[in-house]
């Protein structure tokens, strides 16, 4: 079975502070995505990356780095924390070309941002 | 984007069989029709697609109509750990590698 891993699934932050949030995957991926989901917004895309060392912006980059050093990890950096950023955070996998479109979903992350 | 329609909430009974319906009137000829579902606390979790023919796969089953205008997701036992909401996507294939859009699903409550 396909595994997609976070590094937490509940983390409490203060207002100004870095956060680092990791994803794994172990089925050799190449497109790794990170969204956030809210209550009646649905899920929204942050970023993602189709090969390593690449990376696109999704709806809304704002507030949000990434990073994709190797092929199976894919990290999304708070730069600097705020309360509009406290979500639910969920990063996805799936492999490239269009006959495999399935996307592999992680156990999400809820941040707090206090 | 073609849309699609899902009622609301649904309600079923453990070991009952559980038919979630999906309408899709205005699907073209190279969407796929996708399932995934999320149980409370959980990242979503694909179930099954298909394009034409209907599927089978250990988790369910999607039966899909002639015209392709509507679709129905069919567990066949409901469990209580299929209490999820149910979403149903139209993707086409030139949209592999770019995020999915969850509409409002189908809530599935499950009794015992």
């Known amino acids: 079975d396909v595994k997609v891993t976070q590094s937490s699934r509940y983390l409490v932050k203060r207002t100004g502070e870095k956060v680092f949030l990791e994803c794994v995957q172990d089925?050799?991926?190449?497109?790794m995505f990170w969204y956030r989901q809210d209550p009646g917004l649905g899920l929204r895309l942050i970023y993602f990356?189709?090969?390593?060392?690449?990376?696109e912006k999704g709806d809304i980059p704002e507030g949000y780095s990434v990073s994709r050093e190797k092929k199976e990890r894919f990290s999304l950096i708070l730069e600097s924390a705020s309360t509009n950023q406290t979500s639910m955070y969920l990063c996805?996998?799936?492999?490239?070309?269009?006959?495999?479109?399935?996307?592999?979903f992680g156990p999400g992350t809820r941040l707090t941002v206090l | 984007d073609a849309k699609t329609t899902q009622p609301n909430s649904m309600e079923s009974n453990e070991e009952e069989p559980v038919h979630l319906p999906c309408n899709h009137s205005?699907?073209?000829?190279?969407?796929?029709i996708h399932w995934y579902r999320q149980l409370p606390s959980q990242g979503p979790e694909y179930v099954i697609h298909?394009?034409?023919s209907n599927v089978n796969n250990r988790m369910a089953s999607l039966a899909i109509a002639e015209d392709r205008k509507s679709s129905t997701l069919i567990l066949h036992r409901a469990t209580l750990r299929d209490a999820a909401v149910y979403y149903c996507?139209?993707?086409?294939?030139?949209?592999?590698?770019?995020?999915?859009?969850f509409g409002k699903g189908t809530t599935l409550s499950v009794s015992s």
């Open positions: 996805a996998s799936s492999f490239a070309g269009p006959s495999t479109d399935t996307q592999y």
């Open positions: 298909g394009l034409t």
């Open positions: 089925m050799d991926h190449e497109n």
């Open positions: 990356s189709y090969d390593v060392k690449m990376k």
């Open positions: 205005t699907i073209s000829g190279t969407d796929y």
């Open positions: 996507i139209l993707r086409d294939s030139f949209q592999a590698g770019t995020a999915l859009i």
